[in-house]
């Protein structure tokens, strides 16, 4: 199965501080996405990737940016964290043809500004 | 863009019952939808899909059902049980671009 691993899992982080969350898949797979899982909202998207080097903005990129330095690993860094950060973020890779169009998950990172 | 909502927010029933979730979205050009389960704490794991040149398809208890007229999917669970307790994500692709985009998901409590 494929596999997608997320670090940290869990983070506090203070307002204003730098928060980076990494991702990283061992599938070859073109495509990567970050997501957040809030209450009542579902998954909405941040930022998502064709390959190394691109990097793409989803729904609600604003407040975060996005890395792609190779093929296996997708960061989404917050520059200057803000309470209203404070989510579960969700990494992804596939949805194409590569992987049957399904995406695989990792884990899930849980992040707390205070 | 895609909008996809589902209904009903959560649901709670007893074990072996049977329980339908309804899925619409908005855009014509969407033309793969799977579903995702999220148990408590865990990461979210696809468990059924269809496509638009589709109106049926079953894996063992699951039953996706599709309707290209009315922008509109339903996902059937027959003899619940406890370990179905989870979140369920319907999702709409267009396919074109990759992007992916997701409802709001149901809450089912399956009680023994």
């Known amino acids: 199965e494929a596999a997608v691993t997320q670090s940290p899992r869990n983070k506090v982080a203070v307002t204003g501080g730098k928060v980076t969350l990494s991702c990283n898949q061992t599938?070859?797979?073109?495509?990567m996405y970050w997501y957040r899982q809030d209450t009542g909202h579902g998954l909405r998207l941040i930022h998502y990737?064709?390959?190394?080097?691109?990097?793409e903005k989803g729904d609600i990129p604003d407040g975060y940016k996005a890395s792609r330095p190779s093929q296996e690993n997708f960061s989404l860094i917050l520059e200057l964290a803000t309470p209203s950060q404070t989510s579960v973020y969700f990494c992804?890779?596939?949805?194409?043809?590569?992987?049957?169009?399904?995406?695989?998950f990792g884990e899930g990172s849980r992040l707390i500004v205070v | 863009g895609e909008q996809v909502e589902q209904l009903p927010s959560s649901l709670i029933v007893q074990e072996g019952a049977s329980v339908l979730i309804n899925c619409s979205y908005t855009?014509?050009?969407?033309?793969?939808f799977p579903w995702y389960k999220q148990e408590p704490g865990k990461r979210l794991q696809f468990i059924i899909d269809?496509?638009?040149?589709?109106e049926r398809k079953q894996n063992q208890r699951l039953t996706l059902l599709f309707d290209k007229k009315t922008k509109h999917l339903s996902l059937h669970i027959t003899a619940t049980q406890p370990g179905d307790s989870a979140i369920y994500f319907c999702?709409?692709?267009?396919?074109?671009?990759?992007?992916?985009?997701f409802g709001d998901g149901t809450q089912l409590v399956v009680k023994p």
């Open positions: 599938n070859n797979h073109n495509n």
């Open positions: 999702s709409a692709s267009i396919m074109d671009n990759n992007r992916i985009f």
């Open positions: 992804a890779s596939g949805g194409d043809r590569n992987s049957g169009n399904t995406l695989y």
């Open positions: 269809i496509r638009s040149n589709m």
């Open positions: 990737s064709y390959g190394a080097g691109s990097t």
């Open positions: 855009d014509s050009a969407s033309v793969y």
